[in-house]
DNA sequence: AGTTGATGGTCTCTTTTTGAGACTTGCTCT
DNA sequence: AGAGCAAGTCTCAAAAAGAGACCATCAACT
């Protein structure tokens, strides 16, 4: 059984596989909050198969708000999973593309698509049964 | 070259991977809800060496407010990847354990953990750049 | 017999995040 | 001349998250 706590730099923190849960120093949390938020890996996933512009994207996933559109491409852009090109068309066109990093991360949500597709049923039915029950 | 738009019920909507990524119907957004909230995920993963008890878990992650500890537990029933067991003690004691589907959620959030290990680096790097440049 | 601590929560209040939608600047098309 | 597109920004309202007090019940100390 893993060891569910530990020390790090004096502070108690839990363990989780191996790694330390910790608020401060976490590679997990860091990744989770980007592929976590709300549209961050639809992000991702919607550049799969090629480099999109600003309005491209924003045509592909009609419920996002321009304002979002725009903070979650900076926030990924920063993160180094996506990169951002400037064209100097007139009116200048901005392309947006996966890196390698991003590319890496798609191989890993992709799976998450196979499942969420495969269980998928069994999530809706589960929650029909606790809503049924409260 | 993939499709990067589909019809649904005369909708318009994006195709990611061959999934529609509707607004009211997708599966990916559904799983994602759930594994993206900022502690979800983070829960699956404290209960993955067993079943663990109310207080523990808030021991263990100790920067989590009991009432989004309560919430997360919630939802993560809600949708099946919990149980949630009332023991008759006194006081009476209540413990969360994974389900088989949380159980293969698990699967799918380590290969996450060792990812996150592995690139962490490579995003913080990213960080430093872009942060430098702004 | 009174205080303390544990149990598993809820309630309210404040701060942060998100969303909706108007507005901008420069250029092209009709 | 008027409309429309490019890639955003700005403001204000709504929703979500966090902090921390509070609750009832029981056991163990003092």
Redesign the interface.
């Known amino acids: ?2 060891k ?2 530990g020390d790090v730099k004096g502070r ?3 363990m ?2 191996g ?1 330390p ?1 910790d ?1 401060e120093n976490c ?7 980007n ?4 549209w961050n ?2 992000m991702i ?2 550049l ?3 480099a999109l512009r600003f309005s491209e994207l924003r045509r ?4 996002i708000s321009q304002r979002m559109l725009t903070q979650t491409l900076r926030d990924l ?4 999973y996506i990169s951002r090109t400037v064209f100097p068309t007139q009116p200048p066109s901005v392309e947006y593309a996966l890196t390698d ?1 991003g590319r ?2 798609l191989g ?1 949500l ?4 196979d ?3 495969a ?2 049923g ?6 029909g ?3 049924a029950a409260s």
């Open positions: 059984m893993n569910l706590t108690r923190v839990a989780v596989c790694v849960m608020v590679p997990v949390r860091d990744v989770m909050d592929i976590g938020g709300k890996s639809l996933l919607s799969a198969d090629g592909l996933i009609p419920d852009q920063r993160d180094g990093l890496s991360l890993l992709k799976h998450f698509v499942w969420s597709v269980n998928h069994a999530i809706r039915s589960a929650r049964v606790y809503d």
